[in-house]
């Protein structure tokens, strides 16, 4: 794109939340409700966002975020930036947020009494008893006052599910590995993952369990309920989305079905959100990027680690040999990771009781090659 065409398209999004009927139906629907869904002595986390980067990945940075503080038992107030909330109309993401109890108001000096806020702009308001400012460059934290955004859990599993995940924690299981999701050709087999990151990519991570496993080891279910609905042990469960989809509504129910989960990448970085809903389930991680985590996952912890397709091959042999003390160790460590840093409320928690006096909130850390 001409530099001329990004400037337009630069100019319409500055001006479309202006013009267009949905994202003024939105601003105006939102900023409508003032603080009138506060419970009386509920505190407040200052949602104050100029920059349309918050908007990024189709609003899942925004959601998670917002869905953390309220988890965490704040009240989140937004102001009056309406590049920024009009979206919350447009974006079907963060549409999810609207029916949950949320307030608005014209600015942060628009507040009466002490509260919390997370800004991207340099807004030091008197009633502030702590400021988090938010960072939108690729890098990595350099300081104690430096945290990075984590990787949540898929949206719909966000809203759909009740996190933390029920099940019996010590219950044997019938699947000794499973992968789900999506591999479709040309998409799960980008060159930035082997060429910015030096990892395998999905594709090319299944392939090379599918030949160290063999095939007779292997079930590739074609109805996904009846699967579900089944305790017939296997080796290896591989369910592609292209021949067979897993309803959102019972993912975590087919992830808890199994001892380890193959945790491939996504299609332009390696951290997915599968591998927080592993651990949710207390599933263990089979993956080549554990060091993209804060603080790492520990290679026979909480998960199982590798760094090319000979030790992936490696771990593959180990997964399958693997004795069920030794199994539910490693399970144990994967959910007390989760319960620790990964389930609802607990980053919002950390985030706003960090210490440190200047606070810095990178939102895309997770994308730096390490």
């Keep these: 794109m001409s530099s001329f065409g990004k400037s337009l398209e630069a100019w319409v999004r500055k001006l479309r939340p202006h013009l267009r009927p949905s994202y003024r139906k939105a601003y105006a629907s939102l900023l409508g409700r003032k603080l009138s869904q506060r419970k009386p002595g509920e505190p ?107 990787v949540f859990v898929h949206p719909r599993i966000a809203i759909g599910d009740k996190l933390p995940f029920s099940y019996d924690p010590e219950a044997e299981r019938p699947v000794r590995l499973f992968f789900g999701g999506n591999t479709e050709e040309g998409k799960y087999d980008k060159n930035v993952i082997g060429e910015v990151y030096h990892m395998l990519t999905r594709r090319e991570m299944i392939a090379a369990v599918v030949d160290q496993v063999g095939e007779e080891r292997i079930r590739r279910p074609m109805e996904a309920n009846a699967w579900l609905a089944s305790n017939e042990p296997s080796d290896f469960v591989l369910v592609e989305t292209q021949k067979c989809k897993i309803p959102a509504e019972r993912w975590l129910d087919a992830m808890a079905k199994a001892d380890f989960f193959l945790a491939c990448p996504g299609v332009g970085m390696p951290l997915c959100h599968n591998l927080i809903e592993t651990m949710a389930t207390g599933t263990v991680p089979v993956l080549q990027y554990s060091a993209y985590l804060t603080p790492q996952l520990e290679d026979g912890v909480n998960c199982l680690a590798f760094h090319d397709e000979a030790s992936l091959r490696s771990v593959i042999d180990r997964v399958l040999s693997m004795d069920g003390q030794e199994i539910l160790s490693l399970r144990r460590g994967a959910k007390a990771y989760y319960d620790t840093y990964l389930a609802p409320g607990c980053f919002a928690e950390r985030l706003l009781k960090d210490e440190n006096p200047d606070t810095t909130l990178l939102m895309n850390s997770y994308r730096v090659p390490r």
Aim: aromatic fraction near 10%; charge should be neutral.
């Design 44 to 150: 407040i986390v200052c949602c104050d966002f100029a920059d349309g980067a918050i908007d990024a990945v189709g609003g899942r940075y925004y959601f998670s975020l917002v869905l953390d503080l309220i988890d965490a038992g704040y009240f989140p107030v937004f102001t009056a930036r309406r590049l920024t909330v009009s979206t919350f109309g447009t974006s079907k993401v963060k549409s999810l947020l609207l029916e949950k109890r949320l307030g608005a108001i014209g600015s942060v000096d628009g507040l009466d009494e002490p509260f919390l806020l997370i800004t991207d702009t340099d807004a030091k308001p008197a009633k502030a008893t702590k400021i988090v400012r938010v960072g939108y460059g690729q890098r990595l934290p350099v300081g104690k006052g430096e945290i990075p955004f984590p």
